[in-house]
């Protein structure tokens, strides 16, 4: 369902066709083998990878502090991250995934999907260890994620 690797195996596992991937800001540049230095390169490599006839539906591209980005054929769309106590950044990336697959089986829309997946990762920012805070403070997080569409 849900891709979240970097280097040679992203780029392998891509020709079996992936329903969403998730690469941070720097794998993706790394798997296009160029840099992605702006908002809108990091827009347009994303788009690129939803064309094809492997084309995965979704794709999630992490920015760490600048939140992420959630696009579709269809729809291009910034979450913006709230401010939280840092504690450790370790496995935000795979909360992350963890709130994508939550919103999937939810049948969430895109923008709740980025509200929730962005909320798993800033709630995972403030504990240390492989724990997320109990479900009702992370769905209060999501409620407090801002979203915007990009053009």
Not at 16 to 31: F, Q, S, W
Not at 69 to 85: K, Y
Not at 138 to 146: D, E, F, M, Y
Request: glycine share 8%; no cysteine.
């Amino acid at each position: 369902m849900v891709l979240d690797t970097s280097g040679e195996p992203l780029k392998a596992a891509l020709a079996a066709g992936p329903r969403i991937i998730k690469p941070n800001r720097h794998e993706l540049a790394e798997l296009l083998g160029e840099p992605l230095d702006t908002l809108e390169s990091l827009v347009a490599a994303a788009r690129g990878l939803l064309d094809g006839p492997n084309a995965p539906e979704t794709v999630v591209v992490s920015l760490g502090g600048d939140g992420a980005l959630f696009l579709t054929r269809t729809q291009a769309l910034h979450a913006h991250p709230v401010e939280v106590a840092v504690t450790s950044t370790v496995g935000a990336g795979d909360a992350m995934v963890a709130g994508l697959v939550a919103a999937q089986l939810e049948n969430r829309s895109l923008t709740e999907t980025a509200q929730l997946a962005t909320a798993f990762a800033a709630a995972k920012l403030t504990r240390l260890g492989p724990h997320l805070p109990p479900p009702e403070e992370v769905r209060a997080l999501a409620n407090q994620i801002t979203v915007t569409a990009l053009d």
